[in-house]
């Protein structure tokens, strides 16, 4: 039974009475071991399985969780526990309650919040003050709700209090934007979170424990959605040591204060780590302990056998330190899965990617682009996403910013022409239009507010005579449109013929090779690849471009290979939304940002760039960060090695021409002898 398997401070855990149990589980303490006992002991105690919620930070973390669960309890039983992250499981709930509810990502909730925004013509007001852009002003917004439970005036003008002038009209377009998300059935992640929350406050969920992973990664917002459920039981698992997502909004004061903000809490600690060998635990508890002790704790060897000491690696160049790397990998018995490089800005990884590929090792890097948040892949998702849920207007708008000339206030106008031309039918509007006039779609004026909006006249489908178009396209009421051009047109034909043709189709793979080999997405990938191919000087490499349209068909290929394995559109459009920052491609060495390589381990790790200011980042620390979190990113990176551990800098960069000192953890680990002199001038 797992609770067998346990040593005894993971069973004195596992079985801590009901109540708020806080468990300090640091690196390769076996923490997953701890929950699922933790899990078994309750199964064992009598508890409802359908009452037990299990919080993850990824989907996959759950699954794992359970399926370890299933050696032991039976599949119908261990299926009834609640499980997952904490988007997951409230888009599940609220999926129940609201039907209709569409979850949408980040890039097209900043497409509707930009569309909202450029009502505002800033430009026409006599403004003391530049305003912020759309885009910056939605990310605060969304590190807002993270991080606060109070107004958002009130916590932005704390921030920027110059900008009390325009608060007004921020204001205006978030109230805005929350009215039109409301309207179109859509949420944000945030959403997910703060709509069950909400939710919790008037109706009361039966939960006789929640269990929590990656306590230490938890927001404001999560802590208070915890606090919504009201469960019997808390079961925190994480390690203050570890918080390392203070720049998403994670609050490590959720576990500093647990015991204050719990009374007669449990606190227990995990110390023995199974993972790394003896040299590797003694590096990294010299360097973590100069940070505060929230929680008293040091880690202690629960291996034994032969042990390498941590390698100190100083190159005189840049590229010297990349190229020698890659040697020392090609030439290791490692499998290169069993390795990683770990690094903590991306700009790292592009020397170290380049010498593996030299010298023919494979490698995949995350941390960097999702494949789901590239370009061709979002526009294969939107299209799809708009046939499961015709009223999708942010992927509708989507789509046809890549005609020429339509940006998103237009493509939102021709969305709500699509609506009327249906009678409230989007699919119908496209396709078989009933009415054939064009709607009068200007808001209401508000000189205040710099909304001037033109009116105009209907224009002419005679405009397009000249062109080729088929009948039903021809006598389209959308031609009448007087903003439409020839270009927005021949687009909206590709679109019109794809449409009708995937409309009639049910399985994910069969639509999904309707879309990729369409005339539409070979538009897309003609873009697409221009824009990649150009060069400085704006010239089109040929051969640039033919990668880049090779590289976007492999992709999309990828997606449709992933299309084969399910059977219902809905469900393969919900996986990928939910699931696609969970999925990667390729084998190889390991190409990993401290933040990605988080809960991994490795027998052989590199930790890369180890100079002042890349590592410990400077730029970042001056804003906002701390040198107590970047020692906890070091400190993360160096536990992700079992065996063998380097830790690599070098001296001087030819090209930039810059000469780097070593990382003061480096001296802290007792690898550099003496102490760090803290430079005259800020490392750029």
Same mark, same amino acid.
């Given at each position: 039974?797992?609770?067998?398997?346990?040593?005894?401070?993971?069973?004195?855990?596992?079985?801590?009475?009901?109540?708020?149990?806080?468990?300090?589980?640091?690196?390769?303490?076996?923490?997953?071991?701890?929950?699922?006992?933790?899990?078994?002991?309750?199964?064992?105690?009598?508890?409802?399985?359908?009452?037990?919620?299990?919080?993850?930070?990824?989907?996959?973390?759950?699954?794992?969780?359970?399926?370890?669960?299933?050696?032991?309890?039976?599949?119908?039983?261990?299926?009834?526990?609640?499980?997952?992250?904490?988007?997951?499981?409230?888009?599940?709930?609220?999926?129940?309650?609201?039907?209709?509810?569409?979850?949408?990502?980040?890039?097209?909730?900043?497409?509707?919040?930009?569309?909202?925004?450029?009502?505002?013509?800033?430009?026409?007001?006599?403004?003391?003050?530049?305003?912020?852009?759309?885009?910056?002003?939605?990310?605060?917004?969304?590190?807002?709700?993270?991080?606060?439970?109070?107004?958002?005036?009130?916590?932005?003008?704390?921030?920027?209090?110059?900008?009390?002038?325009?608060?007004?009209?921020?204001?205006?377009?978030?109230?805005?934007?929350?009215?039109?998300?409301?309207?179109?059935?859509?949420?944000?992640?945030?959403?997910?979170?703060?709509?069950?929350?909400?939710?919790?406050?008037?109706?009361?969920?039966?939960?006789?424990?929640?269990?929590?992973?990656?306590?230490?990664?938890?927001?404001?917002?999560?802590?208070?959605?915890?606090?919504?459920?009201?469960?019997?039981?808390?079961?925190?698992?994480?390690?203050?040591?570890?918080?390392?997502?203070?720049?998403?909004?994670?609050?490590?004061?959720?576990?500093?204060?647990?015991?204050?903000?719990?009374?007669?809490?449990?606190?227990?600690?995990?110390?023995?780590?199974?993972?790394?060998?003896?040299?590797?635990?003694?590096?990294?508890?010299?360097?973590?302990?100069?940070?505060?002790?929230?929680?008293?704790?040091?880690?202690?060897?629960?291996?034994?056998?032969?042990?390498?000491?941590?390698?100190?690696?100083?190159?005189?160049?840049?590229?010297?330190?990349?190229?020698?790397?890659?040697?020392?990998?090609?030439?290791?018995?490692?499998?290169?899965?069993?390795?990683?490089?770990?690094?903590?800005?991306?700009?790292?990884?592009?020397?170290?990617?380049?010498?593996?590929?030299?010298?023919?090792?494979?490698?995949?890097?995350?941390?960097?682009?999702?494949?789901?948040?590239?370009?061709?892949?979002?526009?294969?998702?939107?299209?799809?996403? &708009? #046939?499961?849920? +015709? !009223?999708?207007?942010?992927?509708?708008?989507?789509? %046809? @910013?890549?005609?020429?000339?339509?940006? /998103?206030?237009?493509?939102?106008?021709?969305?709500?022409?699509?609506?009327?031309?249906?009678?409230?039918?989007?699919?119908?509007?496209?396709?078989?239009?009933?009415?054939?006039?064009?709607?009068?779609?200007?808001?209401?004026?508000?000189?205040?507010?710099?909304?001037?909006?033109?009116?105009?006249?209907?224009?002419?489908?005679?405009?397009?005579?000249?062109?080729?178009?088929?009948?039903?396209?021809?006598?389209?009421? &959308? #031609?009448?449109? +007087? !903003?439409?051009?020839?270009?927005?047109?021949?687009? %909206? @034909?590709?679109?019109?013929?794809?449409? /009708?043709?995937?409309?009639?189709?049910?399985?994910?793979?069969?639509?999904?090779?309707?879309?990729?080999?369409?005339?539409?997405?070979?538009?897309?990938?003609?873009?697409?690849?221009?824009?990649?191919?150009?060069?400085?000087?704006?010239?089109?490499?040929?051969?640039?471009?033919?990668?880049?349209?090779?590289?976007?068909?492999?992709?999309?290929?990828?997606?449709?290979?992933?299309?084969?394995?399910?059977?219902?559109?809905?469900?393969?459009?919900?996986?990928?939304?939910?699931?696609?920052?969970?999925?990667? @491609?390729?084998?190889?060495?390991?190409?990993?940002?401290?933040?990605?390589?988080?809960?991994?381990?490795?027998?052989?790790?590199?930790?890369?760039?180890?100079?002042?200011?890349?590592?410990?980042?400077?730029?970042?620390?001056?804003?906002?960060?701390?040198?107590?979190?970047?020692?906890?990113?070091?400190?993360?990176?160096?536990?992700?090695?079992?065996?063998?551990?380097?830790?690599?800098?070098?001296?001087?960069?030819?090209?930039?021409?810059?000469?780097?000192?070593?990382?003061?953890?480096?001296?802290?680990?007792?690898?550099?002898?003496?102490?760090? @002199?803290?430079?005259?001038?800020?490392?750029?």
């Amino acid at each position: 039974m797992p609770l067998s398997t346990l040593n005894a401070e993971q069973l004195s855990a596992a079985t801590a009475p009901l109540g708020h149990n806080l468990i300090i589980a640091s690196a390769g303490t076996g923490k997953t071991s701890t929950i699922v006992g933790r899990i078994a002991h309750l199964l064992h105690a009598g508890a409802e399985p359908s009452k037990i919620l299990l919080l993850t930070f990824t989907n996959k973390a759950a699954g794992e969780m359970l399926a370890r669960l299933e050696r032991f309890f039976p599949k119908q039983v261990v299926a009834k526990i609640q499980s997952g992250t904490f988007h997951a499981v409230s888009y599940r709930w609220l999926k129940e309650i609201y039907p209709d509810l569409t979850l949408k990502q980040p890039p097209e909730l900043k497409t509707l919040f930009r569309s909202l925004y450029e009502r505002h013509h800033f430009s026409r007001m006599n403004l003391s003050i530049e305003p912020f852009s759309a885009t910056f002003l939605y990310e605060m917004y969304n590190l807002y709700q993270n991080a606060s439970l109070e107004g958002f005036d009130v916590w932005f003008l704390e921030k920027y209090p110059d900008h009390e002038a325009l608060m007004d009209i921020y204001m205006d377009i978030i109230e805005a934007f929350e009215k039109e998300k409301l309207e179109y059935g859509f949420a944000s992640f945030n959403d997910l979170l703060l709509r069950t929350k909400n939710y919790l406050h008037s109706h009361s969920v039966s939960l006789q424990e929640v269990l929590v992973d990656e306590y230490q990664d938890t927001n404001t917002l999560q802590s208070a959605l915890i606090d919504a459920l009201k469960p019997n039981s808390l079961f925190c698992v994480g390690d203050y040591d570890q918080s390392i997502y203070a720049f998403n909004g994670a609050n490590i004061e959720n576990i500093a204060t647990f015991s204050e903000r719990y009374k007669n809490a449990n606190i227990f600690t995990l110390k023995t780590n199974y993972r790394s060998s003896a040299p590797i635990l003694s590096l990294a508890n010299r360097v973590i302990e100069r940070n505060e002790r929230i929680y008293p704790k040091k880690l202690e060897v629960g291996r034994e056998g032969k042990s390498h000491p941590p390698k100190l690696l100083m190159f005189n160049d840049l590229f010297e330190q990349y190229q020698s790397i890659a040697h020392s990998i090609r030439t290791t018995h490692i499998p290169n899965h069993d390795i990683a490089v770990i690094f903590r800005n991306n700009s790292s990884a592009d020397g170290i990617e380049a010498s593996l590929r030299e010298a023919g090792i494979t490698c995949k890097r995350k941390g960097g682009t999702s494949f789901f948040d590239t370009k061709e892949i979002k526009f294969l998702l939107d299209v799809l996403s &708009l #046939l499961v849920n +015709p !009223k999708d207007m942010m992927a509708f708008i989507h789509i %046809f @910013e890549y005609a020429s000339g339509i940006g /998103s206030a237009l493509a939102k106008e021709f969305f709500q022409c699509f609506l009327h031309f249906g009678n409230g039918h989007f699919m119908q509007g496209v396709l078989h239009p009933k009415n054939c006039d064009i709607p009068k779609l200007n808001p209401v004026k508000n000189v205040q507010l710099g909304l001037f909006d033109d009116d105009r006249e209907i224009g002419s489908a005679t405009r397009f005579s000249h062109m080729k178009l088929e009948k039903a396209v021809y006598g389209h009421p &959308l #031609l009448k449109h +007087p !903003k439409i051009t020839q270009e927005g047109v021949k687009f %909206f @034909e590709d679109f019109y013929t794809l449409i /009708s043709k995937a409309i009639s189709l049910k399985n994910p793979a069969d639509i999904l090779h309707t879309l990729i080999v369409s005339t539409l997405y070979d538009h897309i990938t003609e873009i697409l690849s221009t824009q990649r191919g150009r060069l400085k000087s704006g010239e089109i490499d040929k051969e640039k471009k033919k990668q880049a349209k090779e590289r976007i068909l492999r992709k999309a290929n990828l997606l449709f290979q992933l299309s084969r394995q399910y059977k219902d559109l809905n469900r393969f459009v919900n996986a990928m939304v939910l699931g696609g920052n969970e999925l990667s @491609e390729g084998e190889g060495v390991n190409l990993l940002t401290v933040h990605a390589s988080k809960g991994l381990e490795f027998s052989e790790v590199y930790v890369v760039d180890l100079v002042d200011g890349r590592f410990p980042n400077r730029k970042l620390m001056s804003r906002g960060g701390s040198l107590e979190e970047e020692r906890r990113l070091f400190y993360v990176a160096v536990t992700r090695a079992k065996d063998k551990l380097y830790l690599s800098f070098a001296k001087y960069d030819k090209q930039k021409k810059v000469e780097y000192k070593p990382s003061p953890f480096l001296y802290e680990a007792g690898l550099l002898k003496g102490e760090f @002199e803290e430079p005259a001038t800020k490392q750029k």
